[in-house]
């Protein structure tokens, strides 16, 4: 990004602990004077949230990977233009919960659309925009959905459509996001989502303090 402001991104299978920790970090940087807002994805305008509420209830259990995949970037392309980039024009820090790389993950690499075909659709939608900072909590996919089930059981809004996936398609989301990584290491921090929330808030501290130090 060109802009002043600094966007980072949140990624992971679900039931990795994004939420707790995206909520830790902007505390913490709001706490050393950072101007921050939170991206939600899907969701974070008002058309994003009607979208949201297609992609992941667990009643839609037809919806079709191409039509998934097109869903994502339509919230996507809101968030961008009415959230984001208004934001980093501004200076201010965006903190994203997820972004284009959870697509490919899970649209690419889990659906078996294929990278490319997510990347076509990135071009238009998303118009340059990318994280400046991903962080990739990474768990085995067993512990992650275990825990996510149990934390959508006693949720105000049924969103666990994708938690009810096989296991096979969360290893392939898991492999996705390594590949992600091993072809923008630089970009893309792996953190050890394993450990107590404080072990890991402090994994993710460190990578980016260091960060914001060095831009």
């Not at 600094?6 to 950072?34: C, M, N, P």
Request: with cysteine; charged share 30%.
């Amino acid at each position: 990004m060109k802009g002043k402001g600094a966007f980072l991104s949140f990624e992971g299978i679900d039931g990795s602990g994004k939420t707790t920790q995206l909520e830790r970090l902007t505390a913490h940087l709001r706490g050393l004077g950072r101007e921050v807002i939170v991206a939600q994805e899907p969701g974070g305008t008002r058309i994003g949230l009607e979208i949201r509420r297609l992609l992941l209830d667990s009643l839609n259990s037809d919806l079709k990977p191409t039509t998934e995949l097109l869903l994502y970037f339509a919230s996507r392309a809101q968030n961008i233009e009415e959230v984001i980039r208004p934001a980093l024009e501004k200076g201010i820090v965006v903190v994203a919960d997820r972004f284009t790389d959870a697509t490919v993950a899970y649209q690419g690499y889990g659906r078996g659309l294929g990278v490319e075909a997510v990347r076509a659709i990135e071009r238009f939608a998303c118009s340059g925009v990318k994280p400046n900072l991903t962080v990739w909590l990474d768990i085995d996919p067993a512990v992650g959905i275990s825990r996510a089930l149990y934390r959508n059981s006693s949720a105000d809004e049924d969103e666990s459509r994708m938690e009810h996936e096989n296991f096979d398609f969360f290893a392939k989301v898991r492999r996705g996001y390594q590949e992600l990584k091993q072809a923008e290491p630089a970009r893309i921090r792996r953190i050890d989502a394993s450990g107590s929330a404080d072990e890991v808030e402090g994994r993710i501290r460190e990578v980016v303090d260091g960060f914001f130090q060095t831009h």
